[in-house]
């Protein structure tokens, strides 16, 4: 059985707040957190993100760290400061990739990300057929388009908690067993349905009790739903 990976979507306000529920997602048991701020405040996201990836739990367990930039437009800034700051991934809303088209932001990317030293380096989400972003006629195209550079095609549903079809992730799948993540509308009751068709799945408003704040037993009841267990 796939084994979906679950990325807890912090919604940052600030430094405690963000600190205490990363706390909360690796008591919970997620892979990882992403970091994200609707305020205008990245520049306070690499160096908690950094202090995220030090905490262990009791068992020895850390979370996988990786940040979404929403005030930098180029691709290219927002993975070498994740890079940087030896993070685990970088999203990216818009990566480039248009219609099954990799453009010039998405090359540019891949050749930064291919010629950066080392061999850990971030992976990136790349949002493609996502939601705010224009209609993509092709979306299993586009996903494509997205692996071939290497990078984790992303999507969503139509709008901020609207889990995408099925239909929808099963043609962005196709026979690839490659990398696939939604990052929309995934709940304890739906994540089920889609457990075999994703590697990762980015999760806030299905298991939260406020923006900033998740509700601790629907994110560990989402996890073990992720896990079949």
Sequence with gaps: ????KVWAVIHH???PLTLEQADLALDAGVYGVFLISHEGADHELPSLATAIKSV???DGRSLCVGINLLTEKDPTAAFELAAANALDAVWIDEPGIVAGEARAPALKLARARDVFPGSAKPRVFASVAFKYQAEDPT????????RALGFT????????????????????????????????GMSPENIASYRGLLSDVLVATGVSLDEHRFDYEKLRAFVHAASGT
């Design 1 to 4: 059985m796939n084994t979906v």
């Design 13 to 15: 306000l600030n430094g």
């Design 153 to 184: 095609p992303t999507t969503s549903g139509k709008a901020t908690g609207q889990p995408p079809t099925v239909e929808k992730i099963q043609l962005m799948r196709g026979t690839s067993s490659q990398g696939l993540a939604v990052a929309s």
């Design 56 to 58: 262990r739990s009791t």
């Design 139 to 146: 979306p299993a195209k586009s996903a494509r388009a997205a």
